[in-house]
């Protein structure tokens, strides 16, 4: 697992109390912002879902769900890992037509997390959800759509420069699309990781596109579940962040599949089983209407944009009392 560590002696630039009204300030203006710019509804999300429909977001299959009966009849339920298929199912329960969408408040537990300055086993997301018709399913569209978050981002940082002018950093506006396989082609000799790192150091803002089928050499650019994402038309958009020098995701997004895309990654992964279950089904059997959504990390984007060095500053949660001492150290102080 990679190490993160801050780029020069660290000193957070906001006090703890600062921080947190900081953090109002971004969440408010941002979510303000994507539900105008995206043309989305807030919705009440559930922190749960029943097992076995196949609504639960697998991740990369190996993660385990947090799990526990309820009621009288022993109702098996699981924790949320993400909602990417719920919103897809709620959009047609709603009847909500092509352009319109609707966003939530997400929070998930993921127990198999590896803890580091980007990591933590509890997840806080705007997961967002919209209608489009068969002629938007392009990479075109998918680009606009990562455009228009990006200018939200750099606007809201530049009001929360405004109101705490410590903060120096600015956000890179124009975003680099680029394939996993022109990456893999651009840094043969680097890891994915390494090639995330080395593009967005250069251009500051990227949207790496097509995640999840296997490459030339036979691996895939990262992890992606083949259920929810076409894997030709979804991206994750990174931007560089300075504090700690590396590549940092704000977003994973994706156009969602149809039913050829779903039938073909399941068939790559091994997991034509799944065909079976509920959420697939109403996909192959077109019951639920063409979407693009993503996630975006609240979380995330509080740290990057308040200028921290480790997403516990900015989030409440679990971390090793080793881990605390350690970053004490550093100046690096989890709520």
């Known amino acids: 697992m990679k190490e993160y560590h801050p780029t020069r002696p660290y000193a957070s630039a906001l006090t703890v109390r600062e921080t947190q009204k900081a953090i109002k300030e971004v969440k408010d203006g941002f979510q303000k912002r994507l539900a105008a710019a995206l043309n989305l509804d807030r919705v009440t999300a559930p922190l ?7 609504i639960n977001d697998d991740l990369n299959g190996v993660e385990r769900k947090v799990a526990f009966s309820v009621g009288r009849e022993e109702t098996p339920v699981e924790i949320v890992q993400s909602l990417a298929k719920w919103k897809r199912m709620q959009l047609g329960f709603f009847g909500y037509r092509r352009g319109e969408g609707i966003y939530t408040d997400m929070n998930a537990i993921r127990r198999d997390e590896d803890l580091d300055p980007l990591h933590s086993v509890f997840v806080d997301q705007w997961d967002w959800e919209k209608v489009i018709s ?45 394939t996993t396989e022109e990456l893999a082609a651009r840094y043969p000799h680097l890891s994915p990781k390494e090639r995330e790192d080395a593009v967005t150091r250069e251009y500051g803002t990227v949207l790496v596109e097509k995640i999840g089928y296997p490459l030339s050499d036979g691996k895939p650019h990262d992890g992606r579940a083949p259920d929810y994402d076409d894997w030709n038309l979804n991206g994750d958009i990174l931007v560089w962040n300075e504090v700690l020098g590396c590549a940092f995701e704000i977003s994973s997004m994706g156009i969602r599949v149809d039913a050829d895309s779903l039938k073909s990654q399941l068939e790559t992964a091994g997991k034509s089983d799944r065909l079976s279950l509920e959420y697939h089904r109403g996909v192959m059997d077109g019951k639920y209407p063409l979407t693009v959504g993503g996630g975006i990390g609240q979380s995330r984007l509080c740290m990057f944009l308040l200028e921290k060095a ?3 500053e900015v989030q409440s949660s679990v971390w090793p009392r080793e881990m605390r001492a350690e970053l004490a150290k550093e100046n690096i102080y989890l709520l």
């Open 48 to 54: 749960m879902v029943e097992a076995g429909r196949g």
């Open 134 to 178: 068969g002629e938007d399913r392009t990479l075109a569209y998918l680009e606009d759509v990562a455009r228009t978050v990006v200018g939200i981002l750099a606007d809201v940082k530049d009001a929360i420069r405004e109101s705490y002018p410590v903060l120096t950093r600015t956000v890179t506006r124009e975003v680099t699309c680029i």
């Open 310 to 312: 480790h997403i516990g």
